[in-house]
């Protein structure tokens, strides 16, 4: 059924109501509408049982400067990470293609792109689009709506998340309140298209792990989970107020459905130098969490292609080791 775009976000507001009370069920005023999932059985994508229990995967992140000086075209992103990196799966960032979340010929030149690669869209990163834990409501239905674009474009590429920011201002409660009330709205718009609304530590107090482990549970849906970032735990900056990276990834892991391994730099020996990857995958290995970890190198003096480079061949070891 074609829908309005007023009618179909009101409809998408009022059944995601319904998945949030947990009573969902194919009503007969729901009769002529496109039928909701439960978000229990949103996918996240993970490996068979009987392969391996992790998988690597490539954040465009990793190529953001060959990107900003248009080195690369990121219709080439797919091609990237198969030919150079040998990686099958990818992870967007919608700057990346920032006009062309609505546009189907473009969406569908990226799928192609990725068959033709035997290559699988995970996730879009998504920036930019307003703080999902505004002090208003209005504020936060607008930022919801916003990022509306981008679920719809995640579920045409076959994405399992879009991973959003848990931003917000006030006093610790009052920033997981508003925060909470935004991620709910925004998950349930994402349930009824069966993806995930995953969330990144990513600054501010969304870079403590026992502030954002307790937003994610205030939410309480499934289809509302993490992402773990190794290397996103400054909570200030200025002030020198950073967050213990390894208490943070352990208390976000049990809600974990991405994970993202950050890397700076290595020694000749081919360890981080800034992070303890075996110690930070033992972490994983003690949670549920099957699936990629997608490699987002940020590092300065090797160039993009040889810090993700360098960053795969670690977390190989690292995969053997557990």
């Known amino acids: 059924m074609q829908l309005q775009q007023t009618g179909r976000r009101e409809f998408l507001m009022a059944a995601g109501a319904v998945v949030a009370a947990g009573t969902l069920q194919s009503g007969s005023a729901m009769a002529s509408q496109p039928a909701i999932q439960d978000p229990a ?4 994508e993970v490996p068979a049982d009987d392969g391996p229990r992790f998988r690597v995967s490539l954040a465009e992140w990793s190529l953001h400067k060959k990107l ?7 219709l080439d992103f797919a091609k990237m990470a198969r030919l150079e990196f040998d990686i099958d799966g990818v992870e967007y960032v919608n700057s990346f293609f920032k006009d062309k979340a609505q546009d189907a010929k473009y969406l569908a030149d990226m799928n192609k792109r990725c068959s033709d690669f035997g ?3 995970l996730l879009i990163m ?3 689009e307003g703080a999902l834990g505004d002090k208003s409501r209005d504020g936060r239905m607008k930022t ?4 509306h674009r981008w679920a719809d474009a995640a579920k045409e590429l076959g994405c399992h998340s879009i991973r959003v920011n848990a931003q917000s201002e006030g006093e610790y409660e009052e920033q997981q309140k508003l925060a909470a009330d935004g991620l709910t709205l925004l998950a349930q718009y994402c349930a009824a298209l069966r993806l995930n609304v995953i969330v990144e530590n990513h600054g501010g107090l969304s870079s403590n792990g026992a502030w954002l482990a307790g937003t994610i549970q205030q939410v309480g849906m499934e289809n509302c989970g993490t992402l773990p970032d190794f290397g996103n735990f400054w909570i200030n900056q200025e002030n020198n ?10 208390e976000l892991m049990p809600f974990a459905k991405a994970v ?6 290595f020694d000749e020996e081919g360890n981080e130098t800034t992070l303890d990857f075996p110690r930070i995958m033992k972490i994983l290995a003690e949670s549920a969490y099957r699936g990629f970890v997608g490699i987002e190198y940020e590092g300065g003096r090797l160039d993009e292609v040889a810090g993700i ?12 080791e557990l």
């Open 41 to 44: 059985e949103v996918p996240t």
């Open 241 to 250: 107020e950073e967050y213990d990276r390894y208490q943070g990834i352990a």
């Open 260 to 265: 993202s391994a950050k890397s700076y730099d």
């Open 309 to 320: 480079h360098a960053t795969k061949r670690l977390l190989d070891r690292c995969f053997k």
């Open 68 to 74: 900003q000086k248009k080195e690369m075209d990121h």
């Open 144 to 147: 919801v709506e916003n990022h």
């Open 119 to 121: 290559v699988k869209s």
């Open 126 to 128: 998504v920036d930019g």
